[in-house]
């Protein structure tokens, strides 16, 4: 069983990864064969598979990655996340469900800081090699409007 507390330190890893810019360790926190969206409440109540953001394996979010290092030009952001406790919603010797909730604040290189998304993070979490990894996450955000500008992971 995974417990509560390794689930809040395995998210406050996440998004330091992200907020301080280290990318390349993003696609570390998910198995080989992992399954990542980015959707909207809406398509996820419709049971809609489609996202703005689409990736089923490791390789493709390091190809995501490799992308924004060195392919896409976007005007230079950062992120700050603000991750609420998990909830815990099924558990076994094998893995574990959760829904976290998340605020990501948008951090602009002119120093404009807005709220860019919230929304919950439905998680399934596993145990591989002696780590914990999620097999899944999907971001669920609560707004229907999507920035253009959705450059880095949720």
Request: charged share 25%.
């Amino acid at each position: 069983m995974i417990d509560l507390l390794a689930l809040c330190a395995f998210n406050a890893a996440y998004a330091d990864a992200i907020d301080s810019d280290a990318l390349e360790q993003w696609p570390g926190f998910f198995t080989e064969d992992c399954h990542y969206r980015i959707t909207h409440i809406e398509n996820e109540r419709e049971g809609l598979a489609a996202g703005i953001v689409y990736a089923d394996s490791r390789a493709m979010l390091e190809d995501r990655i490799a992308a924004l290092r060195e392919a896409n030009i976007y005007e230079r952001q950062r992120y700050r996340h603000l991750l609420g406790m998990p909830l815990v919603q099924k558990s076994d010797s094998e893995s574990t469900e959760a829904r976290t909730p998340f605020l990501v604040a948008r951090i602009m290189a002119t120093g404009q800081t807005e709220v860019f998304a919230t929304g919950a993070y439905q998680d399934r979490f596993v145990r591989q090699d002696g780590q914990l990894r999620l097999q899944s996450r999907v971001a669920v955000c609560d707004s229907t409007v999507t920035d253009t500008l959705l450059a880095l992971p949720l």
